[in-house]
């Protein structure tokens, strides 16, 4: 079974505590969960790098702070990962309104988010969070530039954005 390294950025949002409860509740022994607290305006991509090298779980994965890990997620990508080991998975994120990203399974701006972005956790091949708005889609397309093959697209939704 793979152990998952879950880490969460936050700008001190009062949902950190929902949040936390959606991962918390899913956790196995061996998970591991990183928290980091700032207000750099960043979008919590520099905390992220930040917490990339500490973690230790096969697999590394986000949440943000006003997200939340959909009922069952870690358990889909736990069994994702044995299925598919050492490949990056992109899952889906579902918005309140119904809507869900990705729409196609193509790696480009708008197509992913932090919380649709599943990692094997091996240093030499984990790209960095860009600064700007768009830092998810840099570390997700940094990180598969990696890889000899492409991220698989999984039809799961793992996060909730907002809801």
């Not at 928290?35 to 949440?63: E, P, Q, S």
Request: include cysteine; charged fraction near 25%.
């Amino acid at each position: 079974m793979s152990t998952l390294s879950v880490i969460v950025a936050s700008c001190g949002r009062p949902t950190l505590a929902r949040t936390l409860e959606s991962v918390c509740t899913q956790m196995v022994p061996g998970d591991e969960l990183f928290i980091d607290v700032n207000d750099a305006g960043d979008w919590g991509h520099r905390a992220r790098n930040r917490l990339l090298v500490k973690a230790t779980g096969d697999y590394i994965l986000f949440c943000d702070d006003d997200d939340l890990l959909a009922p069952g997620a870690l358990e889909i990508v736990r069994a994702k990962t044995l299925v598919y080991p050492g490949r990056v998975g992109l899952f889906k994120m579902r918005y309140a309104d119904g809507r869900e990203i990705w729409d196609t399974p193509e790696l480009i701006e708008g197509q992913c988010s932090t919380g649709t972005i599943v990692v094997p956790n091996i240093p030499e091949k984990l790209g960095r969070f860009g600064n700007e708005y768009a830092g998810d889609f840099v570390f997700a397309k940094s990180t598969a530039a990696l890889y000899d093959q492409p991220p698989l697209f999984h039809p799961e939704v793992i996060s909730l954005y907002r809801p």
